[in-house]
């Protein structure tokens, strides 16, 4: 989106009610000093104003709510993807310290709405392959899987939980503008390294080699010069502009149909009988690693202390 047409758009679109705690929250997350530098709060409103709207949308595109328990694993395909076997799902939310919180805080509840995400993996398999009537063995096959189930923002109600949602997506994008700066210092510290070592060089040089030491230090000190400029307070407000008025470079949700059958393995060929087309939603930008998310229902559950869940899984690795 052109960054100058979100921001006009802005214009005439009213603040949102929590606009100005969402300018606070957002600031004292990248500088606190920035509330005594000029032109806060501001400054801030069209992109904090544009970063609220695009983390509730988001948080509203995750698809969902998927009934996650033994009787959905056998019928639907999505959750039977998810998922290497039927114990696994039980082991997901039992091993789920969002989840236990939760429910501890709440314990008559029993069911809740939360976003899960997982790892996607891609692995190459050798397997059987039917061509008609004809069974091929040793097969080449591309096996699709997911790990490091996670269960995030719990709450008792799909609203509250998407809610929640937003709200870590509208931190992460606020995390992505401290992270430029963040950049910035380094190579400042890089530079300011880099200014020793040649000071130190220059120092101990002869007559020969110091006019060229002398004029790379000057280059130097150029790129110090202007690397510390950037780091000044008034610069700061560059960063939310330009991460905060065009956000899906930096977060967005991808969606990715993939045909499986239901061992996992990639069907690619609509010819074949077998196999359905599942779509994975990829939360992309949330960290370093592609997340596949979807939001889930759960219920009769209970809280577990943490004695027995370490118990439980103690006695999982020794089996």
């Known amino acids: 989106m052109n960054v100058f047409a979100h921001l006009f758009g802005h214009e005439s679109s009213p603040p949102t009610p929590d606009l100005l705690p969402a300018i606070e929250r957002a600031v004292n997350a990248v500088e606190p000093l920035l509330k005594q530098a000029g032109g806060y709060p501001d400054a801030y409103r069209a ?14 595109q995750i698809p969902g709510p998927v009934a996650i328990n033994r009787e959905s694993y056998a019928r639907d395909p999505l959750v039977h993807a998810l998922f290497p076997s039927i114990e696994s799902v039980t082991d997901a939310l039992g091993s789920s310290l969002a989840l236990q919180n939760h429910l501890r805080a709440s314990p008559a509840d ?12 891609e692995k190459a398999v050798v397997g059987m392959h039917l061509t008609g009537q004809v069974v091929q063995h040793d097969v080449m096959q591309d096996m699709v899987y997911f790990i490091s189930h996670t269960i995030e923002n719990p709450a008792a109600s799909e609203t509250q939980a998407r809610e929640l949602v937003a709200t870590s ?4 994008l606020i995390g992505k503008v401290a992270q430029r700066i963040a950049l910035r210092k380094q190579e400042k510290q890089r530079l300011l390294l880099e200014k020793d070592t040649l000071m130190a060089r220059l120092h101990a040089a002869d007559e020969h080699s110091r006019p060229a030491l002398q004029e790379q230090l000057a280059r130097l000190m150029t790129e ?4 510390i400029g950037t780091l000044e307070l ?3 407000q560059d960063d939310f502009v330009a991460v905060l008025l065009d956000p899906a470079q930096y977060l967005r949700l991808d969606q990715t149909p993939i045909r499986l059958d239901s061992m996992g393995i990639r069907r690619d060929n609509a010819a074949e009988s077998h196999g359905e087309t599942i779509v994975f939603n990829d939360l992309i930008g949330y960290d370093r690693r592609n997340w596949t998310v979807t939001m889930v ?12 869940r370490l118990e439980r899984a103690y006695r999982t690795l020794t089996v």
């Open 47 to 60: 992109p904090i104003q544009s970063a609220l709207e695009y983390a509730h949308a988001l948080a509203a």
């Open 110 to 121: 029993g069911e809740l709405y939360a976003l899960m995400g997982m790892r996607r993996i």
């Open 169 to 172: 997506l509208f931190d992460r």
């Open 224 to 227: 110090l010069q202007s690397a």
């Open 234 to 236: 008034d610069r700061y």
């Open 297 to 308: 229902h759960c219920t009769d559950l209970q809280y577990e202390e943490f004695a027995s």
